[in-house]
């Protein structure tokens, strides 16, 4: 295995996109339609499900991307250990968007194509006619963080777009698994002084002292958000706590959002960032200057970090590296293909497969016939992964697949944990029989860690 400052500075070198840009160019009418049918297909059920009160029954009425494609730029080639290309380039896209809300040809030798960002993109919103009350900076803020949950969902790292260009594909061999994982400790922060505040507020310091109660919030790319404790009063403060994040790609971005807890509202002090391939050149440890509405500030934040890669050595699951409570010392990943064997009314099958490994599960997306599709062996694609943790490896659990149709059960299969841990590199791809003549193509492996060095 390559050392960890040789994977992180090998580079052939970028190079212009001038042929993908002439590509998307010719297609930007056609990429315009579809983007508006998915986004009308994928965003209008979440904006149901997550904007609040009357916001939700927002609905579009026109999905225009203008006449602008993005533009494609600085594109570095890598080789990937599953034979794969990954292609990292900075996309840029200066379009205007006519968006209406109303309320009440690839060649053979590529199979598939993961299309995502690495770092959630920035957005920028500009509300017209009824709805410049969203210009209001708290609304402005809600509305803004709803769309890029929903960006970060659909195809922000470890989140992926896959397409299948050969239907032949081998879903296992295209999937790009998890690099590692990255053990972050917040640090100390000096000199929070905290941003200038509302003139009520500024009243009610004079009452009392205008120290900050802070706390941290922390994101990795798509990963959930951690929060440190709340250090009251203070300063000059010290967490010293630590987290563990998956890592799908060195460059994604890590942000440090430093809050002042505030009963009438929390308050920004200021971000701080890095990315994982910064902070690990940096021999694990950087200094970072918080920066509050785009101006950089005299506050500064400190934090740590190790890297472990994952591998797939039948020792390398041990709890000693994982020292602290919810830290993981390992990955357990569940790859759904498809189904086989279907029978029934081909009208009546609505299948999906249900993961469930301990207290924790997840479901395919659900199918139904439509004319050119085969029900009866239906792909899913789906990747779903479990952090293996100190409390579980005492006494693993089975993972269990399930096959279901709409709400009800209709077949499973249990794989045994050490069925798993002790095949061929931690990895067990079958077809798992559910019974009824039908069969869950999937693939489940272990990884564990390893400190890199």
């Not at 009063?233 to 890590?254: A, G, K, M, S």
């Not at 293996?388 to 697949?401: G, H, W, Y």
């Amino acid at each position: 295995m390559a050392s960890l400052v040789d994977t992180l500075t090998a580079s052939g070198g970028t190079e212009s996109a001038g042929f993908l840009n002439d590509i998307i160019a010719q297609l930007w009418p056609n990429i315009n339609v579809a983007g508006g049918k998915m986004i009308k297909q994928v965003v209008e059920p979440m904006l149901a499900s997550m904007l609040p009160g009357p916001l939700s029954t927002l609905r579009f009425v026109k999905l225009d991307f203008g006449p602008t494609p993005i533009h494609l730029s600085h594109v570095d080639v890598h080789k990937t250990e599953a034979q794969g290309i990954k292609l990292d380039m900075d996309l840029e896209w200066d379009g205007r968007c006519d968006f209406e809300l109303e309320g009440t040809m690839v060649p053979k030798v590529i199979g598939a194509a993961q299309v995502a960002f690495i770092n959630p993109p920035t957005l920028e919103l500009d509300f017209t006619d009824a709805a410049n009350l969203a210009d209001f900076s708290l609304i402005d803020k809600a509305v803004r963080k709803v769309i890029l949950n929903i960006i970060a969902s659909m195809a922000v790292l470890p989140n992926r777009f896959l397409v299948k260009l050969d239907a032949s594909n081998d879903y296992f061999k295209t999937v790009q698994h998890h690099l590692g994982v990255i053990r972050l400790t917040i640090g100390a922060a000096t000199g929070l002084t905290g941003p200038k505040k509302s003139g009520a507020k500024r009243f009610l310091e004079k009452l009392v002292k205008d120290v900050p109660d802070c706390y941290c919030e922390v994101n990795v790319g798509a990963e959930g958000e951690w929060r440190t404790s709340t250090q009251k009063n203070n300063h000059d403060p010290e967490w010293n706590e630590t987290h563990d994040f998956l890592v799908t790609d060195h460059d994604q971005c890590i942000t440090i959002d430093v809050q002042d807890d505030d009963i009438g509202g929390d308050d920004d002090i200021g971000i701080a960032a890095t990315t994982v391939r910064q902070i690990l050149l940096a021999g694990g440890t950087q200094e970072l200057t918080l920066v509050h509405k785009g101006q950089p500030t005299e506050s500064k934040l400190t934090v740590h970090a190790k890297f472990y890669n994952f591998i797939g050595d039948a020792d390398s699951i041990s709890a000693t590296e994982s020292q602290s409570e919810g830290q993981i010392c390992g990955l357990a990943s569940v790859l759904i293909a498809g189904v086989v064997g279907l029978s029934g009314q081909r009208d009546e099958l609505n299948p999906s497969v249900k993961v469930s490994w301990g207290d924790k599960e997840f479901v395919t997306p659900g199918k139904t016939y439509s004319p050119g599709t085969d029900i009866f062996n239906p792909a899913f694609d789906t990747a779903f992964r479990f952090p293996i943790t100190a409390d579980i490896i005492a006494d693993p659990p089975s993972f269990k697949l399930t096959l279901m149709n709409g709400a009800e059960e209709a077949g499973s299969y249990e794989v045994q944990f050490a069925s798993v841990a002790d095949a061929p590199g931690m990895s067990l791809a079958e077809e798992f029989d559910v019974g009824s003549g039908a069969a869950v193509r999937a693939q489940v492996s272990l990884r564990g860690l390893q400190l890199a060095e």
